[in-house]
């Protein structure tokens, strides 16, 4: 006998504190891919910025509008462009309090933090001896353009020579 608890909350597969900071130096222009891979909305909200919500699943907005918080339902993707213009360190999380929360316990889930580069990492900072991991937000792929389909890997066949590949001609 079985039933579902959400009771746990994560940013590319990990809960608060396994998740990663944003590195970031002033100047830098920053994209966040949201992805509702779950079954809740979440409310993600970035502190100290406004993001530019530029595409909503992997289509890009007629108008971008911005925002200090994304919702984000089950399925749903949004693309969102940070300009990095107000050096300190700010919290990115899911503004719904369960989210923030790992088997019922806060701080969990849903959270990171940005950190810009030159700010001291006070000794109280959860995360002032941070192991780094740099692409845990895939950073390196984001560098590749918009969505999967300007990838060659995902662009598929054109139709004649899938139906001369089946032999159905
Ligand atoms: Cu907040």
Request: glycine share 12%; hydrophobic share 30%; charged share 25%.
């Amino acid at each position: 006998m079985g039933y579902d608890v959400t009771d746990y909350f994560t940013i590319n597969g990990k809960s608060f504190p396994m998740t990663q900071p944003i590195r970031v130096k002033k100047g830098d222009v920053v994209r966040v891919r949201f992805i509702g891979a779950g079954g809740e909305f979440h409310e993600m909200h970035l502190h100290g910025h406004d993001m530019l919500v530029t595409h909503k699943d992997g289509l890009p907005l007629p108008h971008p509008y911005y925002a200090d918080t994304v919702l984000v339902g089950p399925g749903e993707r949004y693309d969102v462009i940070v300009k990095m213009n107000n050096p300190g360190r700010f919290i990115f999380h899911d503004h719904i309090d369960r989210h923030v929360t790992a088997r019922g316990k806060f701080p969990g889930g849903a959270i990171t933090v940005i950190e810009y580069d030159g700010i001291p990492k006070e000794p109280w900072y959860v995360w002032a001896k941070k192991d780094y991991q740099p692409n845990f937000f895939y950073s390196d792929s984001m560098k590749e353009g918009y969505g999967i389909f300007n990838n060659p890997d995902f662009a598929g066949q054109p139709l004649e020579r899938q139906r001369r590949r089946h032999g159905d001609e």
